[in-house]
């Protein structure tokens, strides 16, 4: 059964660094996409970053140039490298993944589209 597990989240001030991982295990599928969500208090879930089969990765236009999808294959964890955080990047963070995907096809940052999911870890940028 595929288990995913996020870690890392905490409270950092605007402008700080946070690095959250997110431990995957379980699955069998050959081609499958990744992704980073998350969900402020009061608002809908919405997609960050997704890591296409091909290993290709797509950032949200509202963290581009601020937040990174990378995976360590040898360690079965992915990751997402946040910097000059800011207030409104205040979130619970979830990592999720599909089930297998055509070879060639490429997923979209859609809830429905994901079918494992992470507990979330907390993210709270404040002065």
């Known amino acids: 059964q595929v288990r995913l597990v996020e870690s890392g989240g905490g409270t950092v001030l605007p402008g700080g660094s946070l690095t959250l991982s997110c431990a995957v295990s379980?699955?069998?599928?050959?081609?499958?996409?990744m992704a980073w969500f998350r969900q402020a208090p009061g608002n809908e879930r919405e997609g960050v970053a997704i890591?296409?089969?091909?290993?290709?990765?797509y950032v949200d236009r509202s963290v581009r140039g601020r937040f990174a999808l990378s995976r360590d294959n040898a360690r079965n964890t992915l990751y997402l490298q946040m910097d000059s955080l800011k207030p409104e990047d205040t979130a619970i963070y979830y990592c999720?993944?599909?089930?297998?995907?055509?070879?060639?096809?490429?997923?979209?940052?859609?809830?429905?589209?994901?079918?494992?999911w992470g507990q979330g870890t907390q993210v709270t940028v404040s002065s």
């Open positions: 890591l296409q089969p091909t290993g290709n990765t």
């Open positions: 379980g699955y069998t599928y050959d081609t499958y996409c």
């Open positions: 999720a993944g599909t089930r297998l995907v055509a070879t060639g096809s490429t997923c979209t940052l859609l809830d429905r589209q994901f079918d494992f």
